[in-house]
């Protein structure tokens, strides 16, 4: 789109940004300026239009509180992904992808869960990492890779998760797998069989509930206080289960860290009913206050702890890279479930990530991430503190990626995130994470890709808006 369309019209009464609003409305109404393409800079269109940045400004921070702009930071402002229904004229040209057109790459919503802040990760340096490797790439590298994993990776796992884990083990015990729904079903396939049953935290992650339950297994719901996962009631509720899946540091969705006293409970019970601990290390690596916990991993002492962890949340989630620690006397038998099951992972990318962990642009990664989520997370607290007040209670925990924003009791969640969503934002209700009827209602709401205090400010208006 041409910005001389863009030109206000100083004869008007209607002040020159809101013409300035309305013209980049029609663009977007008619088809002009489509979903996901970059607008001006502020400063470029204020040069070229001859106006005040001030005016410019004004205009696009309308744009943006009514859903029709995204900021992205460095990357610029963009038209939102998920327009308003009535942006959009019946005669507007359809700019959805067909099956035969480009396949459209979905970017992120604000509030979406599990992703980090995309917009800060290290594009350069990981595109220099790739071409070096690359430049490298021996014919052995170009054949099927390993089952179980590059040695490489396991060799550098085994010392991160030594040095930052509090974890010991060995190459031989760990697997490399492509996400932590995979990881799970590598351990119902060789430990467990269909039917089997677990405790499963209430509330607890919800694509892991799906992916178990896919599997065959049974989950028995066991609530979740103060105290992280409450095991007395998870041995009245089902003792002779054969497995639970725990996310002691971090609890998803609540935040709250499991007790010393829970976690050696945890373990006597799984080694007296023989049973098997999964271990989901969930959002361990950013914690903003107070010292890091040890890995429940660090305190097994009787090989019933299998320790999944995922790179996704760290670096990205196209790479599709994860990790499972199984018990030293079980590595045979996964090792060889592996090989009937396939070839593992692509070595390129296990090999990137070894050089970024071994020359420690990964530990200097999770530092700054780590400062920038603590500065991320209060924006957004502050803001939607703001913007709905007394209707809402946030449960800020000592880390994570999200925020627990807590509604009235006779809140319909599920009903708001269903708004949200069709208003193009992220997030999911508390209430669909939870196996039993939801006695409580809430928001999970992530803060890690809204860039600065304007954004936070419109998104959390809109929300507001929205419940209203």
Known sequence: MSNTHLRPDRTQNVPVYRQLYQRFREAMKDGRLPPGQRVPSVRSLAS????????????????????YFL???????????????????PSAPDTTAKPESKPHLDLPQPFQLGLPALDAFPSKLWARLVNRRLRAQSIAELNYPPPTGHPALKRALVTYLGVSRGIVCRPEQIIITDSYRDSLGLICRTLLKPGDSGWFEEPGYLMARERLLSEGMQLAPV????????????CLRANSARFA???????????????LARRQALLAWANRENAWIIEDDYDSE???HGHPLPALKSLDRDERVLYTGTFSKVLFPGIKLAYLVVPPSQAEIFQNTMQRQGHGCPTLSQSVVTDFIDEGHFARHLKRMRALYKLRREMLRQALEHHLGDRIHIDLQAGGMHLLVRLADDTDDVAVANQAASAGLGGHALSQWTLKPARQSGLLLSFTNVIDAVQADALAARLATLMK
């Open 223 to 234: 609530s979740v206080d103060a105290d992280g996962l409450n095991v007395e009631e998870g």
């Open 71 to 89: 900021p992205r930071g460095p990357a610029g402002t963009i038209v939102s992904p998920h327009l308003p229904d009535s942006t959009r004229s």
């Open 286 to 288: 950013y914690r903003y």
């Open 245 to 259: 899946v725990v996310t002691p540091t971090h609890q998803s969705p609540t935040g709250v860290s499991m007790t």
């Open 48 to 67: 070229e239009l001859n106006l005040s940045r001030g005016t410019v400004e004004l205009a696009y921070q309308l744009l943006v509180s009514e859903g």
